[in-house]
């Protein structure tokens, strides 16, 4: 009994130490996680501590800020008071100055000769500084647009030349070209004679101008150089057109041409034939106002403002054709580019043909988009207004006339 006693003293002391050093374990597990949860505590604590003097600080700041604006405000509603204090004043002596003056003219003036469309045509026509300006900015705004346009035509023509002696046909491997590209090479490089010279007459055109002549088509004599130059271009390009389809023609009858491109082939000749015509019809309108400058003209002005109109459509319509040739012709230019006769010469020339495609085509959306976006104004300034009611210039000058002959017969 005394053993088996014993026995349980020892089961039960072994337990106990194992049960305190499990315990001792956890104590010291704790007072490690404690000692970290104390650290992470202390950390948070520095950062809000941190954030809030942050805060703190920007508080003052915006505070400072705020007075800053309250007192800016207090300036401005002072300023305010004063300046609709100074209006008030004004407008009361302009009325006064108002009423002294319709007194005075009341008065002084009991005859207006302006109110008579016979009489008032004698009148000097009013000169306005600010719409004078304004006409002269459009002039050289519709220059530069010119000019861009030009350029953009003359390096499409001596590329288009240079492709015309590359292709079908290399010229420089010795190979003589068909007649027809010879006549179209022959053709595009006298572009000095008939495309370069539009900038130039719009630049005379410009120069023409005078600061002390209102801009009106009675005054715009140097249009006319400038129109006969544009026909002379529309002739020259039909006839390029001529040379250019027979050219496709060609080029799709060789042995090597696929379908496709022969398909390709045939809708650029439209498109090119379209934006040919587009530009014919631009020459037509443009002739038409050119008409009007001359003192003989025998349309009457009332149909200025149809003929802009149509202007600017033809200008619209003229962009819309020459964008479709350029992608017509790029879909070309990609299936040329898949031939395996295709030189390199040829790929860059054609790269070329199509930077300057994509140049005529933006500078043609700028001209009609100038040109619709000043509609009214141009339109506004197609006659010549004297002073009081306005009077046909044309329709004066023949009654004038008619008064004349009246009295000599």
């Not at 315990?23 to 604590?45: I, K, P, T, Y």
């Not at 023609?249 to 379209?274: A, D, F, I, M």
């Not at 200025?304 to 350029?326: E, G, P, Q």
Request: glycine share 2%.
């Amino acid at each position: 009994e005394n053993e088996r006693l014993h026995m349980q003293v020892f089961e039960v002391s072994q337990e106990k130490r194992v049960e305190v050093e499990r315990l001792q374990n956890q104590l010291s597990d704790f007072q490690q996680q404690a000692e970290q949860h104390q650290s992470a505590v202390e950390g948070m604590r520095q950062e809000h501590e941190t954030a809030m003097q942050k805060l703190l600080e920007d508080k003052t700041v915006k505070e400072v800020r705020l007075q800053k604006l309250e007192q800016e405000l207090s300036l401005v509603k002072e300023r305010a008071d004063l300046s609709e204090h100074t209006l008030s004043s004004t407008k009361n002596e302009l009325d006064s100055h108002t009423a002294i003056t319709s007194k005075i003219l009341a008065e002084k003036l009991p005859f207006n000769d302006t109110a008579v469309q016979e009489w008032n045509m004698f009148n000097v026509p009013t000169y306005d500084r600010k719409q004078q300006m304004k006409a002269q900015e459009l002039v050289a705004q519709a220059g530069r647009l010119v000019h861009e346009l030009v350029s953009g035509m003359s390096n499409f023509v001596a590329y288009l030349e240079q492709r015309a002696s590359a292709y079908p046909v290399d010229s420089t491997t010795g190979e003589p070209l068909s007649p027809v590209n010879q006549r179209l090479c022959a053709h595009l490089k006298t572009q000095s004679l008939w495309v370069r010279p539009m900038d130039k007459l719009f630049g005379d055109f410009k120069s023409s101008l005078r600061d002390d002549v209102p801009v009106t088509l009675e005054t715009c004599s140097g249009l006319q150089e400038f129109a006969a130059g544009y026909h002379h271009f529309v002739i020259n390009l039909q006839k390029f057109l001529s040379y250019f389809l027979i050219s496709l023609l060609g080029e799709s009858q060789v042995s090597w041409c696929p379908p496709t491109l022969e398909r390709h082939n045939t809708v650029l000749s439209q498109h090119c034939t379209l934006a040919v015509a587009a530009f014919k019809r631009l020459d037509t309108y443009l002739q038409l106002l050119a008409a009007q400058t001359t003192h003989f003209c025998k349309q009457p002005a009332s149909n200025r403002t149809a003929i802009f109109t149509h202007l600017a459509t033809s200008l619209l319509h003229l962009h819309s054709c020459v964008k479709d040739m350029s992608n017509s012709f790029s879909s070309k230019v990609t299936q040329e580019h898949m031939l395996p006769t295709a030189s390199q010469k040829l790929k860059t020339n054609n790269e070329c043909v199509l930077s300057s495609l994509a140049s005529v085509t933006a500078s043609s959306e700028k001209i009609a988009s100038f040109v619709q976006s000043n509609l009214e104004y141009i339109t506004m300034q197609a006659g010549l207004h004297a002073r009081g009611a306005a009077v046909d210039v044309n329709s004066a000058n023949t009654e004038r006339g008619r008064g004349a002959v009246e009295a000599v017969t």
